[in-house]
């Protein structure tokens, strides 16, 4: 079955895993998003290594390094997930190399990023390619990745 | 049952036969209704009310007779039925025109709507108070039994209010609503009262003239009609002084350079050319409704509804939205699944064929309000194709749904 591939252990346990499910009291960005089609609200907090304050993320150098990475609010195994692997995934990079794996997973959900090189990178949140495949659950995988762009 | 009558039973998913739970957002449509659309496009095709020819003249024709049996199925004059898209365009089109009429009376200042409103009944009557000032109040029900307690009533309409705007059967709660006390306490304030009868049409008679509504509204798609068609009723008196929603060809008696005049109701709000083979649908669907007859429709979907909320009930891992209604259920049932996301469980009931709706159903506030977990839930609804053993069928998915997403015992 299909629903296999896209339920796989990697994906529930991310999903029960609250590791990450926390408030960073000095997050200089909580970025929120709503699923229209579910209600969900998932919020991805951001600790930057600046001294600065910017406006918005679009204004951060991409050299700034994301110290620490969470995510808020409730929702479906998947969007849980897809948070999970985000918030684990960018803790440590820089804004630029976010934007990048960013553009890699949606590119990756849509079905147009499928270079294994690029894929690698996205490391667990890879087990999402299967979403691909279920457009009823595309705004779910998405979401908290969407937030990045606000 | 009527299930040989409903083509879409016969697909599969998964080798799995389709079970259709989902009604309560479209329903399914009988052949009946299919051959009439294609008749209608082929035997009809031409643009009604223009044409001088015998195809255009036809297709006037099948629209006003379909307005004439759409009056009859729900006890009103022709005249007094508008076709719209949908019960969201009936209720945009009353949200748009009714309150200019309405709040000429200085004494008016509030609106009063249930919290389980769907957003199409909701929405725009906030979006109208966010301009003006007025007051859009909200009638709390019960969260064990659903039901609206008559101290709510009392308190929240008064001498204020201009609408009591509420649907028959909630799309979520699947309770009824109690049109009488509620039309009763609105008429003693002066006030207009809306019916929303999406939900109900379906299942039971609208008799707009028993009910003593001043407006009723639903939608062809979820009566085994076609999509694109819906219906407004309204009394004559009311409608003749509701200004026109939309305005362009068809509607008007004169145009000038300046000046236009109307056609009387229906036609004034009926702007464009008009769905004619929706029209021709619609009509099919309630003569399909009408042939099997409201009784025997709801002794049929009584007993299924019943062993559905028995099954459910004995299942340890589900909790029902409304565990105690006082009033008999209609045929719309909510649910969740400890510690499983109904958006989850509802993926994965699929890989069965189970079609159920998983969400905030169109009503945010509703959800929010109930505070169930994760503010969203399963909802299955039926219509007449459904039988036992699509609720066996839906009750051995839920088990093993849970079971894979919990891990209790083997994946699928
Ligand atoms: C109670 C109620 N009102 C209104 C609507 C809106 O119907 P439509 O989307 O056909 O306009 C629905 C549909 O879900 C409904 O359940």
């Known amino acids: 079955m299909s629903i296999n591939s896209v339920y796989t252990q990697i994906i529930t346990d991310a999903a029960r895993d609250k590791t990450n499910r926390r408030e960073i009291p000095g997050a200089q960005f909580t970025l929120s998003g709503v699923n229209p089609s579910c209600g969900d609200e998932i919020a991805v907090q951001l600790e930057l290594d600046t001294q600065e304050s910017y406006a918005s993320l679009a204004e951060v150098p991409d050299d700034v390094v994301i110290t620490d990475c969470s995510y808020l609010g409730q929702g479906c195994a998947i969007s849980q997930a897809s948070a999970a692997f985000l918030a684990e995934l960018l803790t440590g990079k820089t804004v630029g190399q976010a934007r990048e794996l960013r553009d890699t997973f949606l590119g990756m959900i849509k079905g147009s990023v499928t270079d294994e090189e690029a894929l690698d990178k996205l490391e667990d949140a890879q087990a999402l390619a299967g979403v691909a495949k279920m457009p009823a659950r595309v705004k779910c995988a998405t979401l908290a990745w969407h937030t990045l762009s606000e | ?412």
Request: glycine fraction near 6%; hydrophobic fraction near 40%.
């Open chain 2, 1 to 412: 049952m009527n299930r040989q009558d409903f083509p879409t039973t016969a697909l599969t998913e998964n080798d799995y036969p389709i079970r259709y739970f989902d009604s309560g957002a479209t329903s399914l449509r009988p052949s009946a209704v299919l051959s009439a659309i294609e008749r209608s496009s082929i035997h009809n095709n031409a643009n009604p009310h223009r044409g001088i020819y015998t195809l255009s003249v036809r297709a006037t024709q099948e629209y006003e007779d379909a307005r004439r049996t759409v009056a009859e199925f729900i006890n009103a004059e022709t005249e007094e039925i508008i076709f719209t898209r949908n019960a969201t365009e009936s209720l945009n089109l009353i949200a748009f025109t009714l309150p200019p009429v309405l709040f000429q009376d200085k004494t008016k200042n509030n609106i009063v709507i249930p919290i389980s409103e769907h957003h199409s009944n909701f929405v725009p009557w906030q979006r109208f108070v966010k301009s003006n000032g007025y007051e859009l109040r909200f009638l709390y029900c019960d969260k064990q039994t659903g039901d609206i307690p008559d101290s709510e009533i009392e308190a929240k309409i008064d001498e204020g209010t201009a609408i009591v705007s509420f649907a028959t059967v909630s799309n979520v709660l699947g309770v009824h609503l109690p049109v009488e006390k509620l039309t009763q306490k609105a008429h003693s304030v002066g006030a207009v009262v809306i019916l929303d009868a999406a939900q109900s049409v379906a299942h039971e008679q609208l008799d707009v003239k028993a009910l003593d509504c001043d407006l009723a509204v639903f939608s062809g798609h979820k009566m085994y009609g076609p999509f694109g068609i819906g219906v407004l009723y309204g009394k004559k008196e009311l409608l003749d002084k509701m200004p026109p929603f939309l305005t362009g060809g068809d509607m008007i008696d004169d145009v000038t350079e300046t000046l236009t005049t109307y056609s009387p109701v229906p036609y004034k709000f009926e702007a464009g050319t008009q769905n004619v083979t929706g029209a021709a649908g619609l009509a099919e669907a309630v003569r399909y409704i009408k042939n099997l007859g409201y009784d025997a429709i709801a002794e049929e979907e009584n007993a299924v509804l019943q062993y559905l909320t028995e099954e459910l009930e004995k299942l340890p891992f589900v909790t029902l939205t409304i565990p105690s209604p006082t009033v008999p259920r209609a045929s719309v049932v909510s649910f969740s699944m400890d510690d499983v996301h109904p958006h989850d469980a509802a993926t994965v009931l699929s890989e069965y064929g189970v079609c159920v709706r998983a969400g905030k159903h169109c009503a945010h506030p509703l959800l929010d309000y109930l505070g169930v977990p994760f503010r969203a839930t399963l909802r299955a609804s039926l219509g007449v194709y459904n039988d036992t053993s699509d609720v066996d069928a839906l009750i051995h998915a839920l088990k093993e749904t849970y079971a894979f997403l919990t891990k209790t015992s083997k994946p699928v």
